[in-house]
């Protein structure tokens, strides 16, 4: 196994990480501001928040969607095969 090292001062070779780094920070850590009570009461709070960030928050990439709705359409739009026919 090769190891590959992210070069110093180049954040742009880890750009998806850097993007979850700074979203986790300022959505999770900075939002609750105090300190965790113990390793339960962290997961609690990080588990929280990840289920918020992949279900429920709207994203652009699906118009303003959140992915639950966006499944429903999608669902919708193939059991009616003229709609995916339509421009």
Request: aromatic share 12%; charged share 15%; with cysteine.
């Amino acid at each position: 196994m090769l190891w590959h090292y992210v070069a110093l001062g180049k954040p742009q070779q880890t750009g998806f990480v850097e993007r979850f780094n700074g979203r986790f920070r300022g959505g999770c850590l900075n939002e609750y501001e105090h300190l965790f009570r113990n390793l339960g009461h962290a997961c609690s709070i990080i588990d929280a928040w990840r289920a918020d960030y992949n279900a429920i928050r709207p994203r652009t990439s699906l118009n303003g969607m959140t992915p639950e709705a966006f499944a429903q359409h999608a669902n919708k739009a193939y059991s009616n095969p003229q709609t995916l026919t339509q421009n």
